[in-house]
């Protein structure tokens, strides 16, 4: 059979994946951060695997039928705005910059993010820190800035960098010889 075909039913594959595991934590409360971040493993694979083009067509096609199909529409966005491409945009920066240069970018990016979705979810939510209290709401921007920097951290440093090891070291030789790419 040939790549390219082999290709696009894997991206198909990992695109109900994505979907499947983001439809998840439509209706699991408490999983609404943290799927939208796993789901982004799929995109890695691929990344690994069939190349950066391969893995930014599942993410969008993973992102729109999110954002259409899901009924928890918090979750579709976190992985649209941030979780769906940065494994993809991990891997560039790591294999095109020099690390001093690659750290920052990605806060950058992240913070960026971070920032535009406190903003839209002020402006257009109504979503208010003065309503966490006077003593809180005073220190909460920088507060859950600092906290969602720490979490970034841990999420490219620990989950995503881990994982790429551990599919290297483990996984890899078994996945290839069943798909043979």
Do not use: Q
Not at 74 to 96: D, Q
Not at 117 to 131: E, P
Not at 143 to 152: K, Y
Not at 164 to 173: A, D
Request: glycine share 6%.
């Amino acid at each position: 059979m040939n790549t390219k075909i082999k290709r696009l039913a894997l991206c198909g594959v990992f695109a109900g994946l994505t979907l499947a595991l983001m439809w998840i934590g439509s209706f699991v409360p408490s999983m609404e951060y943290a799927l939208p971040a796993i789901a982004g493993l799929p995109a890695l694979l691929l990344v690994l695997e069939a190349g950066r083009p391969w893995a930014l067509a599942v993410y969008a096609a993973a992102a729109a039928l999110c954002l259409l199909l899901l009924p928890e529409k918090s979750a579709a966005l976190f992985y649209a705005a941030f979780f769906g491409y940065y494994p993809v945009l991990k891997s560039f920066l790591e294999e095109k910059l020099p690390p001093w240069l690659e750290w920052p970018l990605k806060f950058a990016v992240f913070n960026a993010t971070a920032i535009f979705a406190y903003w839209l979810g002020t402006k257009l939510f109504g979503v208010a820190l003065d309503d966490f209290g006077e003593t809180f709401g005073k220190y909460a921007k920088g507060i859950l800035l600092a906290m969602a920097n720490l979490s970034f951290w841990l999420y490219d440093y620990m989950i995503l960098s881990s994982f790429i090891t551990l599919y290297r070291r483990r996984w890899r030789k078994k996945l290839r010889h069943i798909s043979r790419l």
